[in-house]
Each structure stands twice: as structure tokens, then as C-alpha cells.
């Protein structure tokens, strides 16, 4: 059975193997500091040990599990913040005409499709939280 593990702050996705009176942690996947499985992670182990039978639905549900967002203190809520203030002040920085100057022509264009992606991302996410049932002090407020 396919697990996540943590060691520091690095999540791994591992499968027990036993071997005789012994059992060893076989590591299939390196997740990263947040615990996500994508269909690459998919592949991948598929691919490295085809012989494995893997609950992705389930892995997939523990892997949303270890998120701390409910837990202000958790280095994952740190980081996502400070990430959200480091994306605002790099995108403050950013001005249309330097993608135009700029040597590369795609690298414009891929930087204006990311933007387009989270601006929709966003506006989803906000449409969730506008309908959310906040208890305590987010009640009745709005998000937009």
C-alpha cells in the first residue's frame, strides 16, 4: 500500500515492501514540500514499478489531507502567503512594455497565457470563498 511520508519538509510517496522479517520503505515519488499528485507523479510510478498496485484515489485524498490551511502557523500557510505578496509585488513590477522589448517573443506570450490562467484561477477561488459559510468574523463579507 502506497503512502505519503514527510522527513523535514519534504513529503515522498513510499510503498512498504517486506523481506522476510524485515520491511523496507521503497521511495516512488518525490513530492515536494507540498504534497500533490499529478497525473505526472501518476506516470511516473507506473512506469518505475509497473508491477504495483496503487490507490490513486485514496493516495490522492491523503495527499489533500496534509495540507495545514486551517492551522495560521503552519509553514505551509507561511509560505503561501508570503508567496501571494512576492507574486503581487513581482506582478506590480511587470509593465507591458517589456514584453514587447524583449529578445524572445514567446516568452511574452507565455507570461500573458500564465496571467490570463490566474486571473481565471482567482476569480474561481474567490467565487468559492463568496459562497462559503464562514463562521465568526469572515461572516457576511465578500471578497471582491
Known amino acids: 500500500m502506497a503512502f505519503i511520508r514527510q522527513k523535514g519538509n519534504t513529503f515522498y ?3 512498504n515492501i517486506r523481506k522476510g522479517s524485515q520491511v523496507k520503505q521503497l521511495y516512488l515519488a518525490k513530492l515536494g514540500e507540498r504534497p500533490r499528485i499529478t497525473d505526472d507523479v501518476v506516470r511516473q510510478v507506473s512506469r ?4 504495483l498496485a496503487v490507490n490513486w484515489g485514496q493516495v490522492r485524498e491523503d495527499a489533500n489531507n496534509h495540507v495545514e490551511l486551517f492551522d495560521p502557523r503552519s509553514l505551509y500557510v507561511q509560505k503561501l502567503v ?4 512576492n ?5 506590480a513590477d511587470l509593465f507591458p512594455p517589456l514584453l514587447d522589448i524583449a529578445q524572445a517573443p514567446e516568452t511574452g506570450q507565455e507570461i500573458v497565457t500564465q496571467l490570463r490562467l490566474l486571473h481565471s484561477t482567482v476569480g474561481v477561488k474567490l467565487d468559492q470563498f463568496d459562497r462559503a459559510p464562514f463562521r465568526g468574523e469572515m461572516t457576511g463579507r465578500k471578497f471582491r
Do not use: F, G, Q, W
Open 48 to 51: 518505475k514499478h509497473p508491477l
Open 82 to 85: 508570503s508567496n501571494l505578496r
Open 87 to 91: 507574486l503581487n509585488l513581482d506582478l
Open 13 to 15: 510517496l513510499v510503498h
